[in-house]
């Protein structure tokens, strides 16, 4: 990163209190999880010394050696259902006991717990006792909660065997079985197994009923699957009547899975090599200064922490201990005119760099992420972060990951089966479905078409990949966990190459935003033996699509209007905000390697009164009484309050004003405009159970007869989402 800005020299000033004084460092909200923030080393080695590793006569292999359940099978001890059981739970069975503190229970009290479950397990295998799971589960809790104090001991002792669930922390009962176990359980035999060869004990197709609660839903009945732990595939686009139809098109799948595995196999044996999954990716080593094409955003002058979290909003500036001064600085530089480069090809503010408010940024402050990354989104925290040996052009990978989670949050409600992730491409960028359907975006409805548009451009047409989504495929090869085929990574490519391209069709280049994906770069710049980004006529109607993509973004994302004025809320501005610029001719183009020369915008002001957030009655925000920082509107379960920007170094707070109070429009009929009333549909006995349910009637009635569904938020669903009947709809 020192090839960044290699001729600024912060530290060569001559005054040491002038040095301190100017020091860069953190600015803003403080996140938390950075390496700096974690204890100190020698605290990490007292933690390794007292956590220590289970010994090896309590691994399951020593405890209970995995028995050959296809051997007991076909010779007929056991039923073939019995042996799939069993196998099942012997795969949901952790390799070794539980090491983590959990506050009342120590390493011994799991050693214990884990020894017992394991010959319980085996004893009862062993004895062809308990055919069924529930008898199973119902005699195992029985027996890991003899001689428990209480109800809770006996939950975590019951869930001593279980590996770990899917929240940090978190342990899963070793016989509530994954959605990919049960598949095997209820498919394998199905599919040959124990007699054909070929199909493996842990081979994961089968069929299963999925039945949706809601109404306006048409997917209920049998699918073929592909299961992965809790995440069922489905392999026809349309439900089945009945299990043996579904059954054809498992077997379909899996005799074609099967071909490819044997072909596979072939090749591994031909050349001894088992084929590997594509190494973790790397960006195109970039050994020189960050090239940079375009208007002097800054005229010249350096950028300080507060300028550069006032210009863009964010919500907090974090530098690592290991970045240098002249480092820092370098990025602060760079990423300003980077960012304002993305602003202006996105038509938006530049506070749209952080969201509106919403992200934050970090300098080499949290690793790399995973090995050789060069840049990662926290989306727990809403961070972007920049690794400082690998970063550079890696920025706008970045902000597209933010922007899809953002997009996510904005229209998709909580209790939407969608995906597990928090992405709005989880929902369009999936070959199949994944135990739900597109859904209804509640606040940008113009972006649907668009990303549809964008969804049938990389995953392909008529049954055919795309070249972009094969060569995806070909990179992730035999990787459990895909990376490159990964909905969200799918979207920050594109989004990625768009930026590319929009920067070479105006004449300007901007390698500290995104470098290793322009059209004339070489062919596998990225040395994987696969293309990652698009190319040819697939990457002209991919950039036509995300291009449209982001016209409708900037229609739809826009700030809320400033205190006192004037103009409509929902026409946001089609140019990019720059603070005290008269009007003005274009600037003109420089070219800059380190620094950026030809000035045309005068230089940001160096005050950070910005910072300072308008109250909700929109006077400013005031100071924080403890140190006198600025202070920032936040919000607990009391309600909003004044929070010092400086926490948790000053926890100084003041109370808020209360929010002005606005009158909620009442809904009105849709076919004859009356308003509406929500209504109960069931008997006086059924309300006092709980039974029936709640709807919109229009006050007109019975001479308007039309009826709405309540939505979760307690509004009528008007016919955007769901047509309006003149009957209840249920």
Known sequence: MDSINADVDVDAEPAANKRVRNRIGDVGERFGGARKDLATKGDLDLQDQQRSDPPPQLALKALWPRPSFRDLAIAGDVQVSYALMYAAIYDSIRSSPVRASYRLYDDDFFDRQYTRGIAFLRQAFEQRRYPTLDELTTAYRAHMGANQPDEKSTTVASCALGRNGRKKGSIRHPLALTTELKTRIACLADLGWPQDPRVKDNDRFGVDYFEYDRPDTHHTGWRAVRTKSDTAHFLNEDPLPDRASALVVARQ????????????????????????????????????????????????????????????????????????????????????????????????????????????????????????????????????????????????????????????????????????????????????????????????????????????????????????????????????????????????????????????????KNEFLVYGCAQDAPPDDWKLGHEPYPRGHERTRIVHSVRAFVKAVSTSLHPPSEPGSSSDEGTPPTVPIVRNAPPAAPAPQAKATSSVAAPAVPAISSTSSSTQTATPTGSPAPTCPACGAAMRIRTSHRGPFYGCTSFPTCKGTRPAPPLPATAAPKPTCLKCGSPLKRKTLAAKDDVKRGRGYDFFSCTAFPRCTVTYRVTAEGTPLYPAASAATDEVQS
Not at 260 to 286: F, M, Q, V
Not at 389 to 397: M, N, S, T, W, Y
Request: proline share 4%.
């Open 253 to 508: 799948a899996f005799e074609a899975f099967l071909i490819e595995r044997e072909a596979s196999d072939a090749d591994t044996a031909k050349t001894g090599k088992k084929k590997r999954p594509a190494a973790i990716p790397r960006r195109p080593e970039l050994n020189r200064p960050a090239e940079r094409v375009g208007p002097d955003w800054r005229s010249g002058s350096h950028v300080t922490p507060d300028q550069f979290m006032a210009e863009f909003g964010w919500r907090g500036v974090e530098i690592g201990l290991w970045v240098s001064q002249s480092e820092a600085q370098g990025f602060l530089d760079t990423a300003f005119d980077a960012l304002c480069d993305l602003c202006e090809l996105l038509h938006q503010p530049r506070t749209f760099a952080s969201l509106f408010g919403r992200l934050g940024i970090a300098y080499g402050s949290r690793g790399r992420g995973f090995i050789g990354g060069a840049a990662h989104f926290d989306s727990a925290r809403h961070l972007v972060h920049i690794t400082k040996a690998q970063g550079v052009g890696a920025l706008a990978h970045e902000f597209g990951h933010a922007l899809d989670q953002h997009l996510f949050g904005r229209n998709v409600p909580s209790t939407a089966a969608v995906s597990t992730d928090h992405y709005l491409s989880a929902a369009y960028f999936t070959e199949k479905r994944i135990r739900g359907v597109i859904p209804v975006l509640a606040h940008d409805a113009a972006i649907a078409p668009h990303m549809q548009s964008l969804s049938l451009a990389i995953m392909g047409t008529d049954g055919r990949r795309s070249q972009f989504l094969a060569a995806a495929y070909e990179l992730d090869g035999d990787r459990r966990n895909p990376y490159w085929r990964r909905h969200t990574e799918l979207f920050a490519r594109v989004f990625e190459t768009w930026a590319s391209d929009e920067l070479d069709r105006l004449g300007r």
